[in-house]
């Protein structure tokens, strides 16, 4: 058992010496009291009190001086000759051995108990925190989630600043914003020599330590050494002694080990790293979508231009057959291209790049330009347009709008018979502009309804006779919820055609205008 | 033919593209020059007489609105931007720096012929200050300030002649909203785009026979209005194959 002298330790040592010092001059008076009075010979087993007290209260040297004082006091005032130190009596030194046996004993036991106790106190609150931690990895939703816990975790137990990176480049973003301060060059290299080095190498712990320029030490460890994606711990540890880094080491090994089997059991680190492989493919997949179609789209601008110079070709004119594939090439191309708008706005859509230009339009406006557009497709059936003359502006990008009614009326083209009537009416209601299309075609079942706005939705029913990559409607519905609006659809049942309805908002200010429109 | 063919300059990186307009372009009457970058561009308008200069905006050595703006610092020959869909706010950008118009690629060679056929046009017209400008039924006299419809009168406000006034120096092609605004209303109100859409609809209800669908006055999203090359208006099916 060492023992070090610290200066709080000398006052609690000296603390209890001088209680002794009282309790044994208690004691005493005590046997004078009862020598005096009720005529005891000898009452010295008394000064075994004194002892046990110590003994139990403040610890050996304390027990040992309470022996010491209880035989000098016995010798001075009970054993013959009377007030001197002498000590004459064999009786006194076998109180002596009995004194310091009793003193040892006994302080020990206490001093056992006490750690005994300390320690379970200590476990008690360890094992809280690992219940609290548990529970709330337990309902931890991402990785950031539960690379907090484990932080505040170990930020409890061990009492020091705790900083948790999932990997090295997320210590150099995270560490700023987090500890206020950029980490220190030294900690940092280590956090990346960690990350960098196999899942399976195990981390060195006497090389975790890294010392600063400022004398700070950090611990630098990954918190499971077998799992790589559990990250990387930091943790400043101040100034400590040699003893007490390997006091916090043993606490940190233990922490992060009772984390570490926590996360295993929960099955975190294959969540953690199926999430980021579903994000990396995500990403992936975006930029391969986007690039793709930006590639597709330049070689198609020099077909669709060549097979426009060739089909009105002089030289074509008198080949009718050769003229019709250039024709062939021509729509070919413009549908294809088509398609791959349809990629380019999708992919747009769901990296969130549509930054939609707001400015008054007229809906009329948007509705004839859109119909322009689809008039190749629209050829075989009836349009009719229903306007009101006093429709209100409405602030929106008009040419998302546009591009969302281009989907709409396609869509309806698609799914209705030829020489069907498509039917576009526009009315403002309750500050909202609401544009309808209805066809006679296909309709939708119960079913079917919710399930059109899902990307690469196709009709079930109709598929076989209709292209597309089912991607229209849920742009249609993008750009239009971009502009603050709102997209239904509604259908008496199959065969009995359909509506699409987008509501848009109308400023207060629009109406404002329409009556404040004075020339000059 | 007995007049010199126009010069067309085309401005692309895309050997293919190039291939294909000088192709159309030729069979259409049109002498052609080409070149493959700003620099080359800038260059080729400088050395020799050009009547028009078609610019792709993704060059490799410099943005093409750097090159509108070299060529525009001295010379007023039409330019035809090749511009994508979905870019309105650079489109508008560059018809303020001056480029006479735009096509979004991919485009068709018919597309493009009109567009050029249409600027060139209203090249010669200031150059020879015609004072008139026909849209289908629609008749701008410049020169006494009428406007005719079907043979009619019509009586338009100061403002909605103006407009049209505007519209018609740059018949067939677009003209952006802060344009409009600014000629007609002062650069005050160049942000009150809602004065113009108002205005823009009654004034179709004088001038256009179906103004729910029009066809004098037409529309181009985003950017501004145009008014419509005379043989547009005149069969409205006519328009181009505008794909993208």
Known sequence: MSVTLSPRRLRQELRGILLTLGLVALVTVAIFTFVWYVGLTRGTIAYLVPVLIAAIRWGLIAALFASACGVAASAYFFFPPLYSFQIRDPQEVINLLLYIIVAVTVSQLASRLKRELEHSRRREIDLRDLYAFSRRIAVAFDVHEIQAAIEDHLTTVIQREVLLFASARDAAIAAEKRAGAALPRDVYARIAAIDASGAESQTDPAAANVTVSNGDVWLVRAVSPKNREFGVVAINLGKPSESSIDDMHVRVDAVLADATATLERLGIAQAINEARMRAETEQLREALIGSVSHELRTPLASILGAATVLSTAPALAAEPKLQALALDVRSEAERLNNDIQNLIDATRISSDTIKPRMEWADPADILDTALERCRKRLARHKVTLNLPQDLPLVHVDAVLVKQALVQVFDNAAKYSPPG?????????????????????????????????????????????????????????????????????????????????SIELPVPQAAIHTMENDQDE | MSEPAPIVLIVDDEIQIRRFLRTGLELNGFAVHEAGTGAEAIRAATLRPVDIVIVDLGLPDMDGSDVVERIRSWSTVPIIVLSVRSAEAQKVRLLEMGADDYVVKP??????????????????????????????????????????????????????????????????????????????????????????????????????????????????????????????????????????
């Open chain 2, 107 to 244: 485009f068709g060679i018919a597309e493009l012929l009109a567009r050029v056929r249409v600027a060139l046009r209203r090249q010669s017209r200031a150059a020879s200050g015609e004072p008139s400008v026909t849209v289908g039924p629609l008749t701008i006299d410049l020169a006494s300030r009428t406007v005719i419809l079907n043979g009619q009168r019509l009586t338009l406000t100061p403002k909605e002649y103006r407009l049209l006034q505007v519209l018609a120096q740059h018949a067939g092609n677009v003209v952006t909203h802060q344009h409009l605004l600014k000629e007609v209303w002062g650069s005050v109100h160049m942000q009150d785009t809602h004065y113009l859409r108002i205005f823009v609809r009654k004034l179709r209800q004088k001038i256009e026979p179906t103004p729910d669908s029009p066809k004098i006055l037409v529309t181009e999203l985003g950017v501004g209005y145009r008014l419509a090359h005379n043989s547009e208006a005149e069969n409205g099916a006519t328009a181009p194959a505008t794909v993208g």
């Open chain 1, 420 to 500: 069907s009537t498509i039917t576009v009416a526009a009315r403002a209601r309750d500050g909202r502009m609401i544009l309808n299309v209805s066809d006679e075609g296909a309709g939708l079942t119960e079913a079917e309804l919710p399930r059109i706005w899902d990307r690469f939705a196709r009709g079930g029913r109709t598929a076989m006779e209709t292209s597309g990559s089912g991607l229209g409607l849920w742009i249609a519905r993008s750009f239009i919820d971009a502009n603050g609006g709102k997209m239904n659809a509604i259908s008496d049942g199959p065969g009995r055609g359909m509506t699409m």
